[in-house]
């Protein structure tokens, strides 16, 4: 506490004191700028630690397995981390995600057979977009915290899928979207036979997290995303069109949401109505995981897939070292405090004293 | 450099603008024209309308009636991004920095937001977002490194992130750069530094509007004075031209500026002393006494210590050593109910987040801390004589209702403020800290504020006074005591000081420790 207290000292004008400032701090000084190198911290450590217990673990088929069970989680988080960036926060989404999936497998199944696989992925993003919009318009209008908007829409399209679109398994998927899902980019044989194979539809979300780092980071659309999430007043002020940069971030979430959709149905070979609402928790605590601080303006690309692949390690790999399923919740709980902790600390020290 | 050989011409012109927030009406008909190549100091008490005027030319507020005309061109409200178009840059008083970018984002990235009319989905060039940040911020005079480009501005000390605000206004062509009290942390050099930039912006034919309460920064840079008061532009013209005094009496509208309210004097007892008071980082070695009846000023810049000294007398954020005794007897203040106990009490700077219950009655928040003494039997409490109570308080702190059962978001700032003063006396303390009593207040609830401090300090009372508003120090104070990088430096009295031996004493060192 007291070093920080002397670096804050003034000395007015000699910026030269934030050099020395940063020198000073070296370890904590990385982490609280690179928050994602606790998470991967703990990501080594855990797979160390299962590595031992059970050495099974050493093969390519679980990194395959990790990858593969990473893709739906991955498009969610880094739909999260771009609103939170901008200083929201959306439920929505995995509703965005089962109301975008489930009408179009009916439309597909029902009155375009034949649509190709491109197309289907299109009517997807387009169709997330729309309701993503829906939320971002409805948030900058009513001024109302996205919080309690994305709860509402999340009810309205969750609630509207049930009522008006369908409630029954959909076993039958139309032949395109049954067959992208099995495609393969890779297969392996493992030590006791079997193949494994990471599927094609893998490719989305490296790309995706491309993409999104791209605008994170290269654009003025990401530094008035990061803007929005340190200050929206100031970013109105200094001539950011507000509107554009809400509509964006939410219709940006809702394609990717649109997107993990489809993924889901294409990888269970199932689409089921009542699938992946109730696990917009997970997604968010990971997100956070990976260092966005939930106030927003904060986040990295990298973290929030090391935050993602920390969840999805958890709740696979721990069963190989004999820890049962239930306790998987015991454990993502534990890690959260633990980093929230961790974060929070290191802000205190690092809030400039007024 | 574009050499613009026309004669000045009028750039930025005002037409009879209004602008009215609910029922306040905050701007009644100005009328304003501002000069290419001119330098121009917008003068005027708090809440007298020069931050509403500076929002609408920078089009963070649309007038509610009048036109803006630019370069001819006639608007009746601007976008920001409009008016940043036309050149306009700002330096806001409360730096409008994003806290969560790095220097050289904040400085360089409007650039090429303006040039986009806005268009967000643009890629960036950050060759020459690299660029355009080295020169500005090198002609403020920072010195330029990878680190300082990198670092996150929240992470800045306070003065440094005022020259950011300076480079960014700089950083682009402007036309008309707007400084809202741009040196309120800046040391001598900085503020010399600052002077330059201003000359050098005028040779580029750039029109500067200077916000300041510093009279001497005013002359020294020399320029048109414009004079608002209550929402009205009352006065325009050199700045030569108008003694102190003058300005003084066109912004308050009546000679009381350089009236002393102070006329008592303190008796001999010794009713509070401090002693090697510290908080590592803050503030250090702190020692003074507070007779009876006696007002005791204490200022410095925000980061002298001086607020964290008055939240540790109240308990607050408690001192991690030292000695403090009240009427000789040793007191230990760990929590703010000590300090409350020992017969302190403290009034708050924000009184809108720290001190009252905006959305309760009068009545609720001057009875606030005397409801132990109002609860009777199984705590019910006796309501009749607790609002007996608050009108007696109401009625000596001259509020301008009668009715107690309104709301105090109801009450003007000045109204309020005696709230939370009146609700402090209820409790009859031996001591009252105020910190920055009259900080967005109007004139005339100041007046009523300052004869209540000193009717206090007759009765008895000792007071301090933490504040940054110098003429109210001088005004009220039997001493001053100046604080500089946590230490007390200076100790001055207050019928005798000046306000610039004042400020030689809130910067001296500070220059002394840079040089």
Known sequence: MSSAGTSNKPAPGHVSASGQLQQRRGLGDLIAKKPEMVTLGLLIAICIAVAIANPAFLQPSTLIDIGRASVVTGLFALGVFVILAAGGIDVSFTAIAALTMYSITLLAINHAPNMPIYVVFLIAVAGGIALGVLNGFLVYTLRVPSLIVTIGTQYLFRGGLLAFVGTTWIMELPGQMGTFGRISLLEFETANGATVSLPVYFLILPAAAILTWWIMRRTLMGRAIFSLGGSPDVTARLGYNVKIVHLFVFGYAGALAGLAGIVHVTANRLANPFDLVGTEIAVIAAVVLGGARITGGTGSVIGTMLGVLLVVVVDNVLVMVGIPSTWQRVFVGAFILLAAAFFVTRQRKFKPAK | MTQNTQKNRCFLELRN??????????????????????????????????????????????????????????????????????????????????????????VALGEQLVEGHGRLLRRIDRARMQKTATKALSQVGLDVTPELMSTIVSELPLATRQLVAIARAIACEARLVIMDEPTTSLTRREVENLIDVVSRLRSQNVAVLFVTHKLEECYRIGGHAIVFRDGQCVAQGPIESYSRADLAELMTGRQISEKRYREGSPSEDTLMSLSNFSMPGRFNDVGFDLRKGEVLGITGLSDSGRNELALAIAGIRPAASGTISINDKNIRIATASDSIDAG???VPEDRLSEGLFLSKSIYQNEVALILRKLAGF??????????????????????????????????????????????????NPEILVLHGPTVGVDVGSKDAIYQTIQKMAEDGMGLIIVSDDLPELLQNCDRILVMNAGEVVSDLNGASASEDDIYQAMLGSVQEGAA
């Not at chain 2, 290419?36 to 509403?52: D, I």
């Not at chain 2, 005309?69 to 994003?98: A, H, R």
């Not at chain 2, 705590?379 to 308080?393: C, Q």
């Open chain 2, 344 to 346: 302190i009490a403290y």
């Open chain 2, 17 to 106: 603008i209004h602008k009215r927030f609910g029922g306040v009406h905050a701007l009644r008909g100005v009328d304003l024209s501002l000069e290419a190549g001119e330098v121009y100091h917008l003068l005027g008490e708090n809440g007298c309308g020069k931050s509403t005027v500076i929002k609408i030319m920078a089009g963070a507020h649309p007038p509610s009636e009048g036109q803006i005309v630019l370069d001819g061109e006639v608007f009746n409200e601007l976008t920001p991004i409009q008016s940043l178009d036309f050149g306009i840059e700002t330096v806001y008083q409360d730096l409008s920095l994003i806290p969560n970018l790095s220097v050289m984002e904040n």
């Open chain 2, 378 to 427: 199984m705590g019910i409490l006796d309501m009749k004589k607790g609002k007996e109570i608050a009108r007696e308080i109401s009625a000596d702190m001259r509020l301008n209702t009668a009715d107690i059962e309104l709301p105090v978001s109801s009450l003007s700032g000045g109204n309020q403020q005696r709230v939370l003063i009146g609700r402090w006396l209820s409790i």
